[in-house]
């Protein structure tokens, strides 16, 4: 178990913006960085990181958290996992206490995926530059293909010796365990239940994930026989699914996000050939077809995509019919196509490195024309062909979501095609009105899908800056009193800490001030008084809790709730002063409007309810005794309530 003093010291080092920064491509947008939620699908940025706080809170689908728990959510790690791995980015010495054996098998068969993978890492990379064959055939490979060393070791690319079990019994011999070579796909068992290698004779590519774990491989055969497959890739396992993972991207993610551009070609030689010509924002999607999870990945880091296709026209005419997605997830695409016979491998190899970087710059054509024209060649002169064409064309403009976008692409077809823009226009809206009412038609009643009750839907942040407020089906579903409750956490937590400096306070801190006008009042929400209750415990143990230790609580529930209470996606833009001249108070600057305000809100919807209460056990009582002694209490309640309303009308601005 990792030392309370550890884990003290890796939250306080750890940077908010940094490690979310590593898997998100961010923004700032006032007092707060904005960008794409990892954890869900949006096109509008709802993911807000506030640096001041340390935490992430996504406005759209309610995640939130500190630095451990993004690192958690994202990477599927546990605790301690989280906690090593920032530990590691920042060069921290873990100190641990002896783990139960119960710790060590929860935290271990995940962990052991990873350990097995980066092993068998090690050893292709050790059999390609230390032994005899890997030398000879695997390293002689490369360097044939015109790879350089830097290149190789950069990559950590290996050579697998063509012998049915090396890298198993080399792994069990170094205490790996058969279960997780197995689950792994590193070792593959036989009918008579004997373990052997699934990569032989084969040059190894290591997969890494976004944080530079080894998670999969792909191997590449160096025999002549067409009965054996050219690639190998590591099958589904815990840790490695390739439908989410990009090749290169551990190595591409900081150079996409400083360009603002992600050059995507197919296969692990591409990557290489295009980092050897200093172009280091390049992946693969090499062992499947670009999937959705891939396009998401890319534009966390940039909305910008270049395609380096391979010469061949029959190749690239297929993988035309397969762009239209990233179209409709909003990224902007250029494609870049090489001489017939050339991928992008060969082309650097031919041209050099300096010519190929000038190339691709110059090259560069946005798809939607590019797909124009290529499609026109085909059909030359045939009437038939060029209105199927047209049609194919207005489709992949129907997918951009930016209508604006998609008018400029229209008037630049119009030209292209020899056709009126207003034939086009019109085409245009029937796909979009078309696919809009199957949509309607085809979707079931949906929950709004944020995470909290106080959160307004995602579609009220669409217009930056607008004021949102909840509809009346929302509205209808918060308890007033809930809101009350939760605008006394909010204030405890942001102003506690502060000096109460108003009459009659004693210069006590806020927290304390709020805690002491509490002792009559009983919350109904049990995440509330959980919060009260803490709060007020450690002001009798003597200390001050700070706003962190909610924040960062191991309590999921408890970091939640104060992340949503204390975090807005709303920022007051500079320009009301700087180009208006308009001063708008800040909260903190009258404390005590807030702070005596909520609080005789909140009492005001305890003695509004007392007051009902009281009303109706009138109405229902018999005895006439009894109910002038419940009258009695009605008036006293009452008066109260008076007091109150007049506070709340007058003093509370002073």
């Not at 993911?47 to 990477?75: L, P, Q, T, W």
């Not at 009126?420 to 226009?425: C, G, I, M, S």
């Not at 009659?504 to 929400?525: A, K």
Request: charged letters at 25%; one cysteine or more.
């Amino acid at each position: 178990m990792i030392t309370a003093e550890t884990i003290e010291k890796i939250k306080e080092t750890a940077r908010i913006e940094e490690v979310v920064g590593d898997f998100v491509h961010l923004k700032k947008r006032g007092s707060s960085l904005i960008g794409n939620c990892p954890f869900h699908g949006e096109k509008t940025p709802s993911f807000h990181v506030s640096v001041n706080k340390g935490i992430y809170k996504c406005f759209g689908c309610g995640v939130a958290g500190d630095s451990v728990r993004f690192v958690m959510d994202h990477e599927k790690y546990t605790y301690p996992e989280a906690l090593k791995y920032l530990a590691t980015k920042y060069n921290i010495e873990v100190e641990e206490t002896v783990e139960s054996k119960e710790q060590i098998e929860l935290n271990s068969a995940r962990e052991s995926l990873y350990i097995v993978s980066q092993f068998a890492a090690n050893y292709f990379e050790e059999q390609l530059w230390n032994s005899d064959d890997g030398k000879a055939i695997g390293l002689s490979y490369f360097k044939e293909r015109g790879f350089r060393e830097d290149i190789i070791k950069k990559f950590n690319l290996g050579y697998s010796p063509d012998v049915w079990d090396a890298l198993t019994l080399e792994a069990v011999k170094n205490q790996h365990a058969e279960e997780y070579l197995e689950k792994t796909g590193l070792s593959i068992r036989n009918d008579k239940g004997k373990l052997y290698d699934r990569f032989r004779g084969r040059v190894m590519f290591p997969i890494h994930n976004f944080t530079g774990r080894v998670i999969g491989f792909g191997g590449r055969t160096l025999k002549t026989d067409k009965n054996v497959p050219k690639y190998v890739n590591s099958p589904e396992s815990d840790i490695y699914h390739k439908s989410n993972v990009l090749y290169g991207l551990y190595h591409a993610k900081k150079a996409i996000r400083d360009q603002d551009n992600c050059y995507l070609v197919e296969g692990y030689a591409d990557v290489l050939a295009v980092h050897q010509a200093y172009i280091e924002n390049v992946v693969a999607s090499s062992g499947t077809s670009l999937t959705i999870e891939q396009i998401k990945l890319i534009s966390r880091f940039t909305q910008n995509v270049t395609i380096l296709y391979d010469g061949d026209a029959a190749g690239i005419k297929a993988s035309l019919r397969g762009l239209d997605m990233i179209l409709e997830e909003g990224l902007n695409v250029k494609v870049v196509s090489f001489p017939d016979g050339d991928d992008p491998d060969s082309y650097m190899h031919k041209v050099g490195a300096g010519a190929f970087k000038t190339y691709i710059e110059e090259q560069r054509k946005d798809f939607i024309l590019y797909k124009a024209n290529i499609l026109l060649a085909e059909a030359g002169k045939d009437p038939i062909k060029r209105a199927g064409i047209i049609r194919d064309i207005v489709e992949s403009i129907a997918k951009i979501p930016d209508n604006i976008k998609a008018s400029v692409f229209v008037r630049e077809c119009s030209h292209l095609l020899e056709i009126e823009e207003r034939v086009l226009l019109t085409e245009l809206n029937a796909i979009k009105l078309a696919k809009s009412k199957k949509a309607v038609t085809s979707s079931a009643p949906k929950s709004s899908g944020y995470g909290h009750p106080d959160m307004p839907p995602d579609d009220l942040f669409a217009e930056e800056g607008a004021v949102a407020a909840p509809t009346q089906s929302t509205t209808e579903q918060i308890s007033s009193d809930l809101l009350q409750e939760h605008e006394i956490v909010r204030l405890l937590l942001t102003f506690g800490h502060e000096l109460a400096t108003w009459e009659q306070t004693d210069n006590m801190y806020v927290g304390s001030f709020i805690i002491q006008n509490l002792s009559d009042v009983t919350f109904d929400n049990e995440m509330c008084n959980r919060v009260i209750d803490y709060y007020r415990t450690e002001l009798e143990n003597g200390q001050l809790p700070t706003i962190n230790q909610f924040l960062r609580s191991e309590d999921e529930e408890i970091a939640n709730l104060a992340i949503t209470l204390t975090t807005s996606p709303y920022n007051l833009s500079e320009n009301w002063l700087n180009k208006h001249q308009i001063y708008v108070k800040d909260e903190s600057q009258n404390i005590k409007a807030a702070v005596l305000g909520g609080l005789y809100h909140l009492k005001k919807r305890k003695v509004d309810k007392m007051l009902t209460d009281l009303m109706n056990q009138i109405k229902e009582e018999k005895d006439v005794t009894n109910q002038d002694i419940l009258m009695g209490r009605y008036a006293q309640v009452k008066n109260v309530e008076r007091t109150i309303s007049k506070f709340l009308g007058s003093v509370i601005v002073k």
